[in-house]
């Protein structure tokens, strides 16, 4: 019985989490006019190897859990899923993305089907996104009409914005995950990024700007690295979030990743 009511417990939080992202999304593009798209997710687990007891099988999204079966006659453990030409590889050191890279480097969290051009703001094309994919992670499409970001690893942006707080520097919503954070900005120009850049003796490789072209994961989305969530949230019922320019906050965003050690040098996802 208390097995049952666990369950039952998991599948209600389940399908609040889906809502959420999806009525996310709706915000996100409808409300404030942010094309965003479905990510391509993370593969999906579909039991436990009962040979060796080692962790779950997973399987690409679709597939029905069609690998699950020949891994539990083989007897061999270990987190797998279908590879390009039928091959597979093991998830046992992490979450497995659901595309068909093998080494892919950002697991569940870049477009794929539907590729980047494809995001909108048109609600119905959301909603219909969503109830075929009610787990896709929630991707923003950066720059253009829509906000751009700065991201760094996540203890270089808590000193950044312990920074910028002591400057009474204003901010917009900042995004984080376990590994980086992501400071929204106002949508920029690459060669008005360039000649800011050009200015700075130097600047981290840890930095990573999302502008035109590029895309960042919105919250309350999950990916390989974890869960999305707001470091600082929009304002409740604005209109639209408010940004600041990136000269207002890249001075001490150089500065931080520079001060933290691994926040420099190091490009970590």
Do not use: N
């Given at each position: 019985?208390?097995?049952?009511?666990?369950?039952?417990?998991?599948?209600?939080?389940?399908?609040?989490?889906?809502?959420?992202?999806?009525?996310?999304?709706?915000?996100?593009?409808?409300?404030?006019?942010?094309?965003?798209?479905?990510?391509?997710?993370?593969?999906?687990?579909?039991?436990?190897?009962?040979?060796?007891?080692?962790?779950?099988?997973?399987?690409?999204?679709?597939?029905?859990?069609?690998?699950?079966?020949?891994?539990?006659?083989?007897?061999?453990?270990?987190?797998?899923?279908?590879?390009?030409?039928?091959?597979?590889?093991?998830?046992?050191?992490?979450?497995?993305?659901?595309?068909?890279?093998?080494?892919?480097?950002?697991?569940?969290?870049?477009?794929?089907?539907?590729?980047?051009?494809?995001?909108?703001?048109?609600?119905?094309?959301?909603?219909?996104?969503?109830?075929r994919r009610p787990d896709a992670p929630v991707l923003l499409a950066t720059g253009g009409r829509a906000p751009c970001a700065v991201s760094l690893p996540a203890l270089a942006g808590a000193r950044a914005l312990r920074d910028l707080d002591a400057m009474g520097m204003r901010l917009g919503p900042v995004v984080a995950t376990p590994t980086r954070w992501s400071i929204l900005?106002?949508?920029?120009?690459?060669?008005?990024?360039?000649?800011?850049?050009?200015?700075?003796?130097?600047?981290?490789?840890?930095?990573?700007?999302?502008?035109?072209?590029?895309?960042?994961?919105?919250?309350?989305?999950?990916?390989?690295?974890?869960?999305?969530?707001?470091?600082?949230?929009?304002?409740?019922?604005?209109?639209?979030?408010?940004?600041?320019?990136?000269?207002?906050?890249?001075?001490?965003?150089?500065?931080?990743?520079?001060?933290?050690?691994?926040?420099?040098?190091?490009?970590?996802?």
């Amino acid at each position: 019985m208390r097995e049952i009511l666990g369950r039952r417990r998991r599948l209600r939080f389940r399908r609040k989490a889906r809502t959420a992202r999806q009525e996310a999304a709706v915000t996100f593009a409808v409300e404030w006019d942010w094309p965003v798209l479905p990510g391509v997710g993370l593969a999906e687990p579909v039991g436990t190897a009962k040979t060796s007891g080692r962790g779950g099988l997973w399987t690409k999204p679709g597939t029905g859990g069609a690998d699950r079966s020949g891994a539990e006659r083989s007897g061999q453990g270990g987190a797998e899923r279908p590879g390009p030409g039928g091959a597979t590889r093991t998830g046992d050191d992490g979450p497995v993305c659901a595309c068909p890279d093998p080494g892919c480097v950002v697991p569940g969290a870049h477009p794929f089907d539907p590729g980047l051009l494809a995001a909108t703001t048109d609600e119905r094309m959301i909603r219909w996104w969503w109830t075929r994919r009610p787990d896709a992670p929630v991707l923003l499409a950066t720059g253009g009409r829509a906000p751009c970001a700065v991201s760094l690893p996540a203890l270089a942006g808590a000193r950044a914005l312990r920074d910028l707080d002591a400057m009474g520097m204003r901010l917009g919503p900042v995004v984080a995950t376990p590994t980086r954070w992501s400071i929204l900005v106002a949508p920029y120009g690459l060669e008005r990024l360039g000649e800011l850049l050009y200015a700075k003796d130097s600047v981290p490789s840890s930095l990573r700007f999302h502008g035109e072209g590029g895309y960042l994961l919105l919250p309350p989305s999950t990916a390989g690295t974890g869960q999305v969530r707001w470091e600082r949230a929009p304002l409740a019922g604005s209109a639209r979030p408010w940004l600041p320019d990136v000269e207002a906050v890249i001075d001490a965003l150089v500065a931080a990743s520079t001060a933290t050690p691994g926040g420099g040098s190091r490009l970590a996802y």
